[in-house]
């Protein structure tokens, strides 16, 4: 079975950066498309990105488009969520989940996926 551990959350102030990290324990990572979801208390849980399995396809929540950038390293087994210009807004749990999707395609649909890590905790505030 796929396990997902997250890893890089904290507290930042408004404008800041951080990097979270969604390492995976499987051989078969690569076949997985990788997405990233958030869930702020008393909210549903959102997507946020997502990549394909072989990175050739992202997608970003209109919320996030151009300030947040996800990538994958096959070889590492990690996905990467890159985020700059943090927003109060932007606080929440951030999760990492796996699905199994046609080549070149992920979603941002919770529904959708097969393997959810335990989440880290991200705080946008001054």
């Known amino acids: 079975q796929l396990q997902l551990v997250e890893s890089g959350g904290g507290l930042v102030q408004p404008g800041g950066s951080l990097r979270l990290s969604c390492a995976a324990s499987r051989f078969t990572f690569d076949y997985y498309a990788i997405g990233w979801f958030r869930q702020a208390p008393g909210k549903e849980r959102e997507g946020v990105s997502c990549i394909s399995s072989n990175g050739g396809t992202t997608n970003y929540s209109d919320s996030v488009k151009g300030r947040f950038t996800i990538s994958r390293d096959n070889a590492k087994n990690t996905v990467y969520l890159q985020m700059n210009s943090l927003k109060p807004e932007d606080t929440a749990v951030y999760y990492c989940?796996?699905?199994?999707?046609?080549?070149?395609?992920?979603?941002?649909?919770?529904?959708?996926?097969?393997?959810w890590g335990q989440g880290t905790q991200v705080t946008v505030s001054s």
């Open positions: 989940a796996a699905g199994l999707f046609v080549q070149g395609k992920c979603s941002m649909d919770p529904r959708l996926q097969n393997a």
